[in-house]
């Protein structure tokens, strides 16, 4: 079975509508969100092709195939990651000025920023005594750099 489109995401479903499909589910790395073109495997053994004709990243939920007896989703694993809970708007900007230096991908959640785990960072985040935890947890989009051509000079 070859994938070529999202057909929409089970969260925005309601559970008549999931009814009683049988669910099948594609776990992924937040990495691998943003291929395009990939093989994966289902829960259930089922081998499978995604191939996507628009490029777009895949999140947590979206539905590969649906029929009226079968649904096939994404299911994102968790990730190794530093939650950073600045205290006021000073560390914020000197922690994202580190990671913007290091060209770290970032993301937000409600106070927190999240980045994937990285000793350095860790080793960084105490030494400027920045409150964060580190934890497994799933993120529902994939880690992106955004970087484009530029110069530090």
């Known amino acids: 079975m070859i994938i070529e489109k999202i057909v929409g995401n089970i969260h925005d479903m309601a559970s008549s ?9 594609v776990s992924l790395n937040s990495a691998d969100l943003v291929k ?3 093989r994966v495997k289902t829960d ?3 081998d499978m092709g995604i191939r996507l004709k628009v490029a777009q ?3 947590d939920g979206d539905i590969l195939f649906m029929d009226d007896v079968n649904l096939i989703i994404i299911e994102v ?15 914020m900007g000197v922690i994202a000025h580190e990671l913007g230096n290091r060209h770290m991908p ?3 959640e409600g106070d927190e920023m999240l980045v994937q785990y990285d000793y350095l960072v860790e080793d960084l985040l105490r030494e400027k005594g920045i409150a964060f935890k580190r934890e497994d947890r799933k993120v529902a989009e994939a880690f992106r ?3 484009g051509p530029h110069s530090h000079g």
Not at 17 to 25: D, P, S, V, Y
């Open 77 to 91: 694993k968790t990730d190794d990651i530093l939650a950073i809970q600045p205290k006021d708007i000073r560390e």
């Open 17 to 25: 509508e999931i009814g009683g499909r049988h669910i099948e589910k």
């Open 106 to 108: 970032a993301k937000f």
């Open 36 to 38: 395009r073109v990939q």
């Open 145 to 147: 750099h955004t970087t």
């Open 57 to 59: 990243d895949m999140v």
């Open 44 to 46: 259930h053994n089922r």
